[in-house]
Nanobody
Framework: QVQLVGSGGGFVQPGGSLRLSCAASGFAFSTNDMSWYRQAPGKERELVATITSTGDRSNYANSVKGRFTISRDNAENTLYLQMNSLKSEDTAVYSC??????????????WGQGTQVTVSS
C-alpha cells in the first residue's frame, strides 16, 4: 500500500535549521510531483513547497521563499525539505504529499502522516 513516512521534525530555536524527510513506498515515486503542506493550530492548511517529478522545477509559498528548499532523490524514493532561518510562525505539523501539477495547480493524491516542527526560544 502507499506509504509516505515523514521524519526530522522537532524543537528548534528561532534562526535554527531542520531537515525534513519523507520516505515513499507503494507507488511510482519518480513519476509523481511532490509537495509539503503545513498546518498550525487554528490556521488553515498551507501549501509550502512543490517539486516536479524530475526535480527540475520547484515552487514555494511566499512565507518560506528564500528560507526553505524542497528536493528529492528518486533513486532513494525520498523527499526532503531543508528549512533555514526558522521563525516561530513556522511552527506547524508538516506533511508530505504525492500528486500532480496540472495547469499550474498542484493536486495531492496521497498524504503522509505529519511531523511536528516547533520553533520557540
Amino acid at each position: 500500500q502507499v506509504q509516505l513516512v515523514g521524519s526530522g521534525g522537532g524543537f528548534v530555536q528561532p534562526g535554527g535549521s531542520l531537515r525534513l524527510s519523507c520516505a515513499a513506498s507503494g507507488f511510482a515515486f519518480s513519476t509523481n510531483d511532490m509537495s509539503w503542506y503545513r498546518q498550525a493550530p487554528g490556521k488553515e492548511r498551507e501549501l509550502v513547497a512543490t517539486i516536479t517529478s524530475t526535480g527540475d522545477r520547484s515552487n514555494y509559498a511566499n512565507s518560506v521563499k528564500g528560507r526553505f528548499t524542497i528536493s528529492r532523490d528518486n533513486a532513494e524514493n525520498t523527499l526532503y525539505l531543508q528549512m533555514n532561518s526558522l521563525k516561530s510562525e513556522d511552527t506547524a505539523v508538516y506533511s508530505c504529499t504525492a500528486g500532480v501539477v496540472y495547469a499550474g495547480v498542484y493536486y495531492p493524491n496521497y498524504w503522509g502522516q505529519g511531523t511536528q516542527v516547533t520553533v520557540s526560544s
